[in-house]
């Protein structure tokens, strides 16, 4: 079954406290990126890759650290958590650079208290 | 501004009404349009997108774009309590200034009622 993989699904976390979200896919994409969702602001763009060893900043990547060292999996780091960042985060994928069939993880909520 | 604007709602409505949601965009570079359909505690999931102008129909779901006036549509028809979701506009201009990602409206919250 073709899914993209995201864990934890849930945590709480203490400013500082440096933590890693994994994310995987099965599908052999090129493309995978990473979104947080905030109530009023939509989905907004923190980090995205278009392959192995390359990434790109997105509209929000403060804060925020990524890597790809193998094209199934994309880890999001937060290096010192703060309240703000405080979301609801997804990870993408998708086969190209168009974008037209991206597949979402189940998400990740995150508590930076 | 932003680049997509889209009626948050909430929306509610009957089983069996047609519903309209609409996105308005500012970025004349976007060539593809997408609808998600998220629900509650899940990740969006695509329902389908369409490149340029015109329509695109699946099932009881139709998607319009009028690049003209930077407008795009999605209607459901005989909607069903199973339709109740947020839903989501997003759009690429593939390759342009906003390679690799996907502007997302702020997502419309539609509740279908029996």
């Known amino acids: 079954e073709a899914q993209v993989t995201q864990n934890p699904r849930y945590l709480i976390t203490v400013t500082g406290k440096k933590l890693t979200v994994t994310c995987s896919q099965n599908?052999?994409?090129?493309?995978m990126s990473w979104y947080r969702q905030d109530p009023g602001l939509g989905l907004r763009q923190i980090y995205y890759?278009?392959?192995?060893?390359?990434?790109d900043k997105g509209d929000v990547p403060e804060g925020y650290k990524v890597s790809r060292k193998e094209k199934r999996n994309f880890p999001l780091i937060l290096e010192s958590p703060s309240p703000n960042q405080t979301s609801l985060y997804f990870c993408?994928?998708?086969?190209?650079?168009?974008?037209?069939?991206?597949?979402f993880g189940q998400g990740t909520r995150l508590t930076v208290v | 501004q932003k680049e997509v604007e889209q009626d948050p709602g909430p929306l509610s409505v009957p089983e069996g009404a047609i519903v309209s949601l609409n996105c308005t965009y500012s970025?004349?570079?976007?060539?593809?349009f997408m609808w998600y359909r998220q629900y509650s505690r899940k990740g969006p999931e695509l329902l389908m997108y369409?490149?340029?102008?015109g329509n695109k129909e699946d099932g009881r779901f139709t998607a319009q774009v009028d690049k003209s006036s930077k407008y795009i549509s999605l209607f459901i028809r005989d909607s069903q309590p199973s339709d109740s979701a947020t839903y989501l506009c997003?759009?690429?201009?593939?390759?342009?200034?906003?390679?690799?990602?996907?502007?997302f409206g702020q997502g419309t919250i539609l509740t279908v009622h029996p």
């Open positions: 997003a759009m690429s201009d593939a390759g342009g200034t906003s390679y690799g990602k996907l502007t």
């Open positions: 970025n004349s570079a976007f060539q593809y």
């Open positions: 599908m052999n994409h090129e493309y």
């Open positions: 993408a994928s998708s086969l190209d650079r168009l974008l037209t069939e991206a597949f």
């Open positions: 369409t490149y340029s102008s």
């Open positions: 890759s278009m392959n192995v060893e390359v990434t």
